[in-house]
């Protein structure tokens, strides 16, 4: 029986410039200026669900982000997961074109590790006020600790909230 990335990789070529295998789960490795070409031949071949996109921040390591598309196939059931690399200062095509629903999620990986998508019809912050600076789930974002101010409530240590028992004794 044929796997759905082998039958991928004979359809885009050249365009997979890598495969991560891992548990036995295959991750193909895209070039960047094909990534909506694999995207949408995957599509084409029945994995009509974008299940997620996400991001991984690989700092301090070069390319520093990894866009990563997970793709489901219901019937035949199977699942593909494209991924394309991307340095600092590069941007990956827009999804919407293929799946509407990955308006959210590229705006969530934008606005939490500062990748653009080129032809998004609304990039911007989607959990981040629209006055925060920076990006926090890029390895470079300044991690502080702020005092937080309780009022109207003392928080109590978990011994005096949780009840105890003693042991029984036989």
């Not at 340095?87 to 705006?107: C, H, K, M, V, Y």
């Not at 006055?131 to 600790?145: F, I, N, S, T």
């Amino acid at each position: 029986m044929t796997r759905p990335e082998d039958v991928l990789v004979q359809r885009l070529g050249e365009a997979v410039v890598g495969q991560i295998r891992f548990r036995d789960e295959v991750t193909l490795v895209v070039a960047r200026e094909r990534i909506l070409q694999a995207l949408e031949a995957a599509r084409d071949m029945g994995f009509r669900l974008l299940t997620d996109l996400t991001a991984v921040d690989r700092h301090p390591a070069q390319p520093r982000f990894d866009v990563v598309y997970l793709l489901t196939s219901v019937e035949p059931p199977a699942w593909v997961r494209l991924m394309v690399h991307l340095a600092a200062d590069q941007t990956a095509p827009s999804a919407t074109s293929l799946w509407p629903g990955a308006n959210w999620l590229e705006r969530e990986v934008f606005d939490l590790f500062g990748i653009r998508f080129d032809g998004h019809p609304d990039l911007r912050r989607i959990l981040m006020p629209d006055d925060w600076e920076g990006h926090p789930l890029r390895k470079d974002y300044p991690l502080v600790e702020e005092p937080v101010e309780f009022r109207g409530h003392t928080p109590k240590v978990p011994s005096q909230i949780i009840p105890t028992s003693k042991p029984r004794h036989a």
